[in-house]
C-alpha cells in the first residue's frame, strides 16, 4: 500500500535503493532534480507578468516556434538543476539545437531528454503549461548527447509536470506511474496519485480540429465516428483541448479518452507530424504504456519508432487501451482502401 505522505525524495530514495545501484541512482538523482527545478519554474510562472517575463524573446528555437522569455529562462533553470544533481552526462532541450554536455554527470550518469516549458502559447493567457523529461542511460559515452538517439523503447524514466491550479509531477522509472502534488508551504512533491491507470475505455477526445482538413482519411474518419451519436456505444464523445500536452495528457490519464496530435498529412508523400517525438511524443508514451494504456503513431508503436534526430517529429495518439486500438483500427482500414 503506497503511503500517501511520501515527499518524492523519500519514494524516489527508497526505489533507486532495491533496484541496481548504479544506474538507479542516477535516474532517482536527475529525477529529484528536475522536481527541485519545477518548484523554481512553478514559483516564476506564478509571478512573471508582475517581473515582466511574459512575451517573446524574440527569435524561434531550432524547430521553428517563437521563442518566450520563460521559455528560455526554464531551460537555463533546468540546465543549473540538472548540472548540480552530477548524475546527468547530457541534455537534449527544445531549447537547444545541440545536447548540453556534462562530463561532470559520471559513468552511470544518464541522458535527459526535456521541454523545460512546454504548451508555452498557454504563457501569456495565464494557461496550464507543464515540462515533459525521459531519461536514458548514458553508457558511459562521450559526447553522450547521441545516446538520446534510438527507439523510445531504451527510456528508463520519463515524467511531466503539470503547472495548473496545483503543480503536479507524474513520473515512471518502468514500475507504474506516480503522481504528486506540490506542497507549496513545505515545498516538497507528496505522493497524491500512487499507481495511476488509465481507463480502459473514455469519453473524451482531445484533437486540435482546426486542423482536420490536413488529417488523413482515417484520422477524419475515426474524429466522425467519436462526434456520432450512439447511446449503446457512449457516444458522442466530449471534446476536451488546452494547447498544452501536458494538461491533455494528464487529463487523458486519469479520466480515459485519447489525446492526439496526427500528421499533417496535406502532401501524403511527405507527412508533417508537429509534436517532437525525444521530450514530447516518447516520454508520454512510456507513461501511457506504464499505467495501461496504449500510444501509437497511427500505424505502430510510438515506443518501437527509433529516432534518429534529436529534434526529430511524431505523430501520437495517446490514452486508453480501447480508444487508441480503435483509433488505429481506423487508420488500418482507410490505409487498406487507398492501397486497393
Ligand atoms: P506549444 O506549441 O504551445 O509549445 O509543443 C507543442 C505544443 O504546444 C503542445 O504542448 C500542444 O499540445 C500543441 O503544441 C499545441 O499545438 P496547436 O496549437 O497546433 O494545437
Same mark, same amino acid.
Given at each position: 500500500m503506497a503511503d500517501r505522505s511520501m515527499t518524492l525524495d523519500e519514494h524516489l530514495r527508497s526505489r533507486s535503493a532495491a533496484a541496481l545501484p548504479g544506474l538507479a541512482r542516477s535516474v532517482a538523482g536527475v529525477l529529484i532534480a528536475i522536481g527541485r527545478s519545477a518548484i523554481r519554474i512553478q514559483a516564476e510562472l506564478a509571478h512573471a507578468a508582475l517581473r515582466g517575463r511574459?512575451?517573446?524573446?524574440g527569435g524561434q528555437n531550432v524547430t521553428g516556434d517563437t521563442v518566450k522569455k520563460l521559455d528560455v529562462w526554464g531551460h537555463e533553470t533546468v540546465v543549473d538543476a540538472l548540472r548540480d544533481?552530477?548524475?546527468?552526462?547530457?541534455l537534449v532541450s527544445e531549447?537547444?539545437?545541440?545536447p548540453v554536455e556534462?562530463?561532470? =554527470?559520471?559513468?552511470?550518469g544518464v541522458v535527459i531528454c526535456c521541454d523545460?516549458?512546454? @504548451? /508555452?502559447?498557454?504563457l501569456d493567457v495565464g494557461g496550464s503549461v507543464g515540462t515533459i523529461f525521459a531519461l536514458r542511460p =548514458?553508457?558511459?559515452?562521450?559526447?553522450?548527447?547521441?545516446?538520446?538517439?534510438?527507439? @523510445? /523503447?531504451?527510456?528508463v524514466a520519463a515524467g511531466y509536470v503539470l503547472y495548473g491550479p496545483s503543480t503536479i509531477l507524474v513520473y515512471t522509472m518502468g514500475e507504474g506511474v506516480q503522481g504528486f502534488t506540490l506542497d507549496r508551504d513545505r515545498g516538497e512533491f507528496v505522493l497524491t496519485h500512487p499507481e495511476i491507470r488509465v481507463p480502459k475505455r473514455g469519453k473524451v477526445y482531445g484533437v486540435n480540429e482546426g486542423n482536420a482538413s490536413t488529417w488523413d482519411p482515417g484520422q477524419r474518419a475515426y474524429v466522425e465516428h467519436l462526434r456520432t451519436p450512439d447511446k449503446a456505444s457512449g457516444r458522442p464523445y466530449s471534446l476536451r483541448y488546452s494547447g498544452a500536452m501536458v494538461a491533455d495528457v494528464h487529463r487523458t490519464l486519469l479520466d480515459g479518452g485519447i489525446f492526439m496530435y496526427p500528421s499533417?498529412?496535406?502532401?501524403p508523400g511527405r507527412p508533417k507530424p508537429k509534436l517532437?517525438?525525444?521530450?514530447?511524443v516518447a516520454p508520454m508514451a512510456m507513461i501511457a504504456e506504464q499505467a495501461g494504456g496504449r500510444a501509437s503513431t497511427g500505424t505502430g508503436r510510438v515506443l518501437d519508432l527509433a529516432a534518429t534526430e534529436f529534434h526529430q517529429r511524431a505523430p501520437i495518439l495517446v490514452g486508453s487501451p480501447d480508444d487508441v486500438a480503435l483509433a488505429e483500427e481506423f487508420h488500418r482500414r482507410h490505409a487498406a482502401r487507398q492501397g486497393a
Open positions: 511574459l512575451g517573446a524573446a544533481s552530477g548524475a546527468c552526462r547530457a531549447e537547444s539545437a545541440e556534462m562530463p561532470a =554527470g559520471g559513468a552511470e523545460p516549458v512546454d @504548451g /508555452s502559447s498557454n =548514458g553508457r558511459g559515452q562521450k559526447p553522450a548527447g547521441p545516446m538520446a538517439l534510438g527507439p @523510445g /523503447s531504451d527510456q499533417d498529412m496535406t502532401d517532437r517525438l525525444l521530450y514530447e
